[in-house]
């Protein structure tokens, strides 16, 4: 089937504002986003630049903007994309945009290094493994599927309005720790989500629920999160 | 001019084998990694079903056991001192990855949980035994997320997003590295006294591919311009379930859980090509078997694939067949698998616990690249003459543990077993070596390569030269080989090498060309495709990975040996390191 693609360019060395690149690609409905992009620069328009890796759904490096809505553009297919013969990507929104639908990533990753993302756990190990029952493991698994792509984050109006908000990525990140009964760092991480940037700019939009491509529970997990604020508990 | 960093070790890539190196490297020397991705992109996160280590958890296990089913997967052709290395230590590799915060499945007892994969067994028994840790299928994605989590603890100094394009060797010693930084385009010159490659795979030279675009083999491709060998490399892993047409892995782990192969005719065929370990034959033997299926006419529908089956009532009349009293249902396969019943539900959109699944076999992995020692420092000729400075790890090294053959899960307890020996070793040489002089112009070689690149007016697009450089390697090197294929291939290979030479680009700027980058990318895979060809079109025989048909017998008497393949064709050949298992007729 014949797509049009409407596709927001911008080139910093070239262009003083974004505009709007248009294609018409020859597609199978069963193809991904990310095919019909590759077909764009390999085919048609060389310049056009997007980042992408693995092409399904494991990486995390090709969220876009697909018809108004985040998403990873190798883990939607044609058929779910296209609405009246039109498909139209833009860059995901409230990171500077470096050129095409590259955005700098780096404010993104700044807000997920304070949250410090690693056991902390000071005692020594024995020579095997940490006991950890298959219950106390589950707590915290809906958290481990983030592949930090930023779908979640850069669709949240909190983050939209100031982007000193840690973010959802970061407080699942966090969420991950807190919640693993190896880890003992809850104290330090939680500190960090009760600052002003920290959870409570959480408004409960449920946006990153809603288009996380690994399907994480966000808006729950940051509500636990909450919880743990607000009794001083975490279970 | 070239913006100019020294750091005592360098490390390549940022998957699980550089990830691992730096953190240890780091421990002592000043290091950083130099990664064209993200780290967290890195192709370690896309593995799925496990990673093997003999803990007996489950049942009992010895690290002894799963080196010979290393050497046998490997068809012999494994270096069996690395292999010993590869399996004793992958028990405190694991250890160490638990106390580094991973997040194992467990046991009701709160261990690390194991599971079946394929060619992993009780010596004694002969049958499969529960050896793979893992975490649901997405192993490989914890194994990378907690290895970048220890790297940011560790405050390992990062350059992402810089993409390598040349290597600076002097008088056979390695002082650095020459990248472009994707964002700027600027050239930056890195010094150091040890370097580390760990680039991962080239698998994008075929089309049917578990590989993400970014495997281009940009590591090896630089090694070989730079005078170096690449080592057997026509052992190349053709995984058996790849989603049809589309390449995408559905783990081994689908079938350590039960699930069988199917054809046409709905008979569990691997029944009838490896009696003992069926579905969990290696990973060379069951690709062969599908399509000698195919070719018989029992390929679906008489098609290129076969089905997958994990529809649990299928699995337990398979295990009842088999006098195995386990059972499982959708909620349980949904647990351990939830991944890849995603991405069947995602590409395919059919539900495998109610549908069989359509695979074919798809290009996974490279059992050969950059000869090393066991101390991952890269050899130089058949003779072990090492590269001072110079360091390999992870799918990209040829040890040699897979031999002719991978084994699943080994690729993840390589990275972090020589991942972690080479860091060391990196530290270790860097605390008593002095940075050796590099010249001004170290960069310039690269920087005209470039330019020729952004600046060529010729009549060819990459993106088509790679297309059909894909389709050759498909038809003509892949699970069956023949002489008139290979030649074939190398003919076509030659021809568009020449078409390579004409080619332009569209993107002429410098910031985020990835024009630019992948027309340079293209440029590695042609040059590892040739060495690829020339290679397997050299063994004559089968073994493992490499299946001749018109040479289908293993030839221990000539060809128990690693083949080594120079840049200008030339061929040189080194003995295997036989230990305690002499080579016998492998059967599963």
Redesign the interface.
């Known amino acids: 089937m014949k797509v049009h693609f409407k596709i927001k360019r911008f080139n910093p060395e070239k262009d003083k504002k974004p505009y709007w690149g248009e294609y018409d690609v020859e597609a199978d409905e069963s193809d991904r986003v990310l095919d019909a992009l590759q077909t764009v620069k390999w085919d048609i328009d060389g310049t056009l630049n997007f980042r992408r890796s693995c092409a399904h759904g494991i990486c995390g490096s090709d969220a876009m903007r697909i018809n108004g809505r985040n998403a990873l553009a190798c883990k939607l297919l044609i058929r779910d994309a296209v609405q009246g013969g039109k498909i139209t990507i833009e860059p995901i929104l409230g990171l500077p945009v470096i050129k095409d639908l590259i955005v700098d990533m780096e404010p993104f990753f700044a807000h997920y290094r304070t949250v410090m993302p690693f056991l902390i756990n000071n005692t020594t190990p024995g020579e095997r493994e940490r006991l950890q029952s298959p219950e106390d493991r589950e707590r915290y698994d809906d958290s481990t599927k983030c592949i930090l792509c930023a779908c979640c984050t850069t669709s949240c109006p909190s983050f939209w309005a100031r982007g000193d908000y840690v973010g959802p990525a970061a407080i699942v990140q966090a969420h991950r720790f807190i919640f693993d009964s190896r880890d003992q760092g809850a104290a330090e991480r939680l500190k960090v989500l009760g600052e002003p940037d920290g959870v409570w700019r959480c408004r409960t939009v449920f946006n990153c629920t809603d288009v996380c491509p690994r399907d994480i529970q966000v808006t729950r997990v940051i509500g636990e999160v909450k919880a743990a604020l607000i009794t001083g508990k975490i279970d | 001019m070239a913006q100019y960093h020294q750091f005592d070790a360098l490390v390549v890539g940022a998957g699980g084998a550089g990830l691992m190196a730096a953190l240890y490297a780091s421990k002592s020397v000043n290091t950083a990694v130099i990664s064209k991705?993200?780290p967290?992109?890195?192709?370690t996160?896309?593995a799925q079903g496990g990673i093997s280590a003999a803990l007996g958890n489950m049942e009992q296990d010895k690290w002894e056991w799963h080196a010979y089913d290393t050497v046998k997967g490997g068809d012999f052709l494994s270096d069996q001192d690395a292999v010993d290395i590869l399996c004793k230590e992958a028990v405190e590799a694991v250890?160490d990855l638990?106390?580094?915060?991973l997040?194992?499945?467990?046991?009701?007892?709160?261990?690390?949980s194991q599971r079946r994969f394929g060619g992993h067994s009780n010596n004694e028994t002969k049958q499969p035994v529960q050896r793979a840790c893992h975490?649901a299928d997405?192993t490989g994605?914890?194994i990378l997320?907690?290895l970048y989590?220890?790297c940011?603890?560790n405050n390992v100094r990062f350059f992402d997003e810089f993409q390598v394009v040349d290597m600076i060797v002097v008088d056979g010693t390695c002082r650095g590295v020459v990248a472009v930084e994707l964002?700027t385009g600027e050239i930056h010159v890195f010094h150091t006294k040890a370097l580390m490659l760990a680039t991962g795979g080239f698998g994008k030279m075929w089309k049917i591919s578990s590989n993400?675009?970014?495997l281009t083999g940009d590591g090896p491709a630089i090694a070989l311009r730079k005078g170096l060998p690449l080592q057997d490399m026509e052992f190349y892993q053709f995984h058996p379930t790849g989603i049809y047409k589309?390449g995408?892995l559905l783990s081994e782990a689908a079938r350590g859980e039960g699930a069988i192969f199917i054809n046409d005719k709905g008979e569990r065929f691997m029944e009838r090509y490896a009696p003992t370990m069926k579905d969990l034959a290696s990973r060379d033997v069951c690709s062969r078997s599908i399509y000698k299926e195919v070719r018989a006419g029992n390929g679906i529908g008489g098609k290129d694939y076969v089905y997958l089956d994990f529809r649990p009532e299928r699995i337990n009349r398979f295990f009842e067949n088999d006098g195995n009293p386990r059972r499982v249902d959708a909620e349980y396969i949904e647990k351990r698998l939830p991944?890849i019943i995603e991405?069947v539900r995602?590409?395919m959109?059919i539900d495998p616990i109610t549908e069989p699944v359509p695979v074919q076999p798809t290009a996974h992995y490279a059992m050969g690249g950059i000869p090393t020692d066991l101390n991952a420092r890269v050899l130089s000729d058949e003779n072990g003459t090492v590269v001072q400075g110079l360091y390999a790890a992870g799918e990209v090294a040829c040890v040699s543990v897979h031999g002719a053959n991978r084994l699943g899960t080994n690729s993840l307890v390589d990275l972090i077993v020589f991942g972690r020996r080479g860091g060391k070793q990196m530290a270790e040489f860097a605390k008593q070596a002095v940075f050796l002089p590099i010249s001004q112009d170290e960069h310039s070689p690269a920087e005209v390569i470039l330019n020729g690149i952004r600046n060529g007016a010729g009549k060819e697009?990459?993106?088509?030269i790679?297309?059909e450089l894909q389709l050759h390697m498909d038809e003509h090197v892949s699970v069956f080989r023949t002489k008139q294929g290979l030649e074939t291939a190398l003919e076509e290979i030659h021809e568009l090498k020449e078409r390579y030479k004409q080619i332009h680009?569209?993107?002429k700027?410098?910031?985020?060309?990835?024009?630019l980058m992948e027309a340079w990318e293209l440029g590695c895979l042609l040059d590892l495709a040739e060495v690829t060809a020339i290679s397997a079109l050299a063994r004559q025989e089968s073994r493992g990975g490499h299946y001749r048909e018109d040479f289908p017998d293993r030839d221990d008497k000539i060809f128990l040996k690693h083949t080594n393949v120079w840049n200008d064709n030339r061929l040189a050949y080194k003995p295997v390191h036989i230990g305690r298992y002499q080579p016998t007729e492998r059967k599963y």
Not at chain 2, 40 to 43: C, D, Y
Not at chain 2, 98 to 101: L, N, S
């Open positions: 991705l993200y967290t992109r890195s192709h996160g896309a250890i638990e106390h580094m915060g997040p194992f499945d467990r046991t009701p007892e709160g261990k690390i975490a997405r994605h914890m997320q907690t989590q220890q940011i603890k964002k993400a675009h970014s589309m995408i991944d991405f995602v590409y959109g697009r990459p993106g088509q790679r297309k680009i569209d993107d700027g410098a910031q985020w060309n990835t024009d």
